[in-house]
């Protein structure tokens, strides 16, 4: 492995750690509908647990109510059930052929909760971006004890490591800086 191949492996990673934290911060719901919140309900569909955004049409018809209507309408009772058994906290209700899910405001004391999930999604985040460096610091170190690199090529490597980790974690901070003042919007 030379250098080139390590900062792109711990640039790899650190994309990665973003890409977790944007994932998870969009399974946080605000008091706004999302159709991301049951990208983590599953169905038992037929034996085969199976995301709901599979098995029906998720639409959006206004900021604070989302519509499910699955294409196989024996299997509302079934979603709704999927639904409620999840930690979403939100209540459907169901016509026979179509669920909504009414997406009340958010009350201060639970913007608050959602903040601090985030901010500790967050800081998982940075922590991943770390570890990515770590490994890529160890793979330099490997390199100067087998006398690959120089001691000043190392010490550049590192440096330069550290930059790409310093603005991982600017972008990490950005993203939840972003995610906090969208749920404290009222």
């Not at 109510?65 to 979603?79: F, N, Q, Y």
């Not at 997406?103 to 639970?110: C, D, G, I, N, V």
Request: glycine share 4%.
């Amino acid at each position: 492995m030379n250098e080139e191949e390590i900062m792109l492996e711990a640039e790899e990673g650190m994309e990665k750690a973003l890409s977790n934290l944007k994932e998870a911060f969009a399974g946080v719901r605000t008091g706004r509908a999302n159709a991301m919140v049951l990208d983590k309900v599953k169905v038992d569909y037929y034996g085969v647990p199976t995301p709901v955004n599979q098995m029906a049409a998720v639409k959006v018809p206004d900021a604070h109510m989302l519509t499910i209507e699955p294409w196989d309408k024996s299997m509302v009772r079934a979603i709704e059930a999927a639904i409620l058994a999840s930690d979403l906290g939100i209540t459907p209700s169901n016509d026979g052929s179509v669920i909504r899910l009414p997406f009340p405001q958010l009350t201060e004391e639970r913007r608050r909760d959602l903040a601090k999930q985030c901010k500790t999604f967050s800081e998982e985040g940075r922590v991943a971006v770390r570890k990515a460096r770590g490994a890529a610091n160890a793979a330099v170190e490997k390199l100067k004890k087998a006398s690959e690199i120089s001691e000043d090529d190392a010490r550049r490597d590192e440096e330069s490591i550290q930059k790409l980790t310093d603005s991982y974690i600017k972008k990490v901070d950005e993203m939840f800086k972003k995610k906090e003042a969208e749920l404290m919007a009222i």
